[in-house]
């Protein structure tokens, strides 16, 4: 049996679970945010120096 025979279940969400939705969505959303900014704030703290050091001394093609 092909899967476009099969009729498809369509569930109608209530405005409150619509609502929760979003907000679980939103949630998600800056959790996603925050980490992406601690990864990128960890890398400068951890290799800012070194790397401006590196692009210094011409192993990047900087000098």
């Given at each position: ?17 619509k609502k929760a939705r979003r907000n679980r969505s939103i949630a ?36």
């Amino acid at each position: 049996m092909i899967v476009a025979d099969k009729k498809l279940e369509l569930v109608t969400l209530t405005e409150r679970q619509k609502k929760a939705r979003r907000n679980r969505s939103i949630a998600i959303g800056f959790a996603l945010a925050a980490l992406v900014i601690i990864f990128y704030v960890a890398t400068v703290v951890r290799f800012g120096h070194q790397g401006a050091s590196i692009t210094g001394s011409g192993l990047l093609g900087g000098g």
